[in-house]
Each structure stands twice: as structure tokens, then as C-alpha cells.
């Protein structure tokens, strides 16, 4: 892995698990993970007396501690060894990946202009060689992917035992 990206995970888990945690460090596979917690100030204004809600962490090892493909057997690891801390109820453990989005927002010069001199602060329309229906959402409809008719049976039929 990169400098840039040192490897690490995003655990997303009870209070009492980070604190056993801060006294007893992640260790897989033979790195050591440092706890820190993502949002330190979630905190802040929360009603007193309410339960703690579980929060989310930072685990990040050495750069050269593991490969993109070896961060996702750790994670798993992490959360089936019967002795890890992480392996306790509402424990979820993923690695935290950058990913390379491709992200364009063409300049489309304006009929006045006949050229734009970079990118503008305006809503750009998908691009036209894409599908398009003819309203938001429609990929999901039932002519199309069905996506939205199964989640809408799933709900009604209520959690599963």
C-alpha cells in the first residue's frame, strides 16, 4: 500500500468495545491497528441519560501492513476469531479504501459565449449517450431492474426470524 494510504479500516461498533479496545490494541495477523475515533465530537449536545448509540473508528497499521485484497480477510478475522474484541455483537468492520471515481462535469458553452473558460457552478444533465427515463428513480421501476417492487414486497412481508 501506499503512503498515501496507510492501511486501515472503519469499525463501526459499541462504546464498551472501543474502550476495551484503547486498553487492549487490535492486533491481526501480526500488525498492530491504532483505535481512534472518527467523529470525537458526535458527542457533543447529546441528551443526558440516553443510551450510548455505537460509533464509528479509525484502525490504521504501519503503510506496509497489508494489501488492499489482505485488508478485507483481516476485517473478516477481525470479527470471527472467537478471543478479538471485535468479534463481540454489533461489531462491523470494513477497509477503508480509496477508490479512483472517474468524475466529469463537462463545460457546455453557452449559446452567447461559443466557449467557456473552465468549469462552471451549473446542474449538469446526464450525459445523453446514458439510458434516461422519464422520471427520478425510474432505473428501479418495474419494467426495468424490478428493484423497487422486491424491496416493497420485502417490507411487507415484515422481519425475517
Known sequence: MSNTNPPRFLIKMPPQVGQRLK????RLDGNTFRIRLLCPNEEI???PGASPAPRWY???ANPA???AAELWELAHQAITTPDAVTAAPGVYIE???LHP???ENPVRPTEGLKAAPGDTCAFNDQADDLPKGSEFAWHLLKNYS????ARDEVALA???L
Not at 23 to 26: A, F, N, T
Open 95 to 97: 477497509p477503508d479504501l
Open 45 to 47: 449536545g447529546r441528551q
Open 158 to 160: 415484515g422481519p425475517a
Open 23 to 26: 486498553s487492549q490494541p487490535l
Open 65 to 67: 501492513a497489508a494489501t
Open 101 to 103: 471515481w472517474k468524475y
Open 146 to 149: 424490478g428493484l423497487k417492487p
Open 58 to 60: 479509525v484502525a490504521e
